[in-house]
């Protein structure tokens, strides 16, 4: 049932590093951060939209504004700053009336 997955973190190196761990284990993965370019952040949109991709990992500031049909799951790696992030971030699955999954991860 994973996918189309859409994993936050709290920073862009953790981010990028997530990506490559993904990646390197044999994950379709691909990130979005501010410190790409427009066009790969497109890129990676478009990748992640149409299949090509089946893991988006994304910092909150690309949370907002993020229209993408179909993500089965919203995964916190990293706790959100606040109530208002959090709420951001899982708003981004069960869309259009669609069974969605958000899950947190917590370390003690």
Request: aromatic fraction near 10%; proline fraction near 2%; glycine fraction near 10%.
């Amino acid at each position: 049932g994973f996918e189309k997955v859409l994993i936050f973190g709290r920073t862009k190196r953790g981010v990028e590093r997530l990506c490559e761990m993904l990646y390197r284990r044999g994950f379709q993965a691909v990130s979005i951060h501010g410190d790409k370019t427009q066009g790969k952040r497109q890129l990676a949109l478009t990748m992640f939209k149409n299949g090509r991709a089946s893991i988006l990992v994304a910092t909150d500031v690309m949370a907002r504004g993020l229209d993408i049909p179909n993500v089965s799951h919203v995964i916190n790696y990293d706790i959100p700053a606040n109530y208002e992030d959090y709420v951001h971030r899982i708003g981004r699955t069960g869309r259009a009336e669609q069974k969605g999954f958000a899950l947190t991860f917590v370390e003690e």
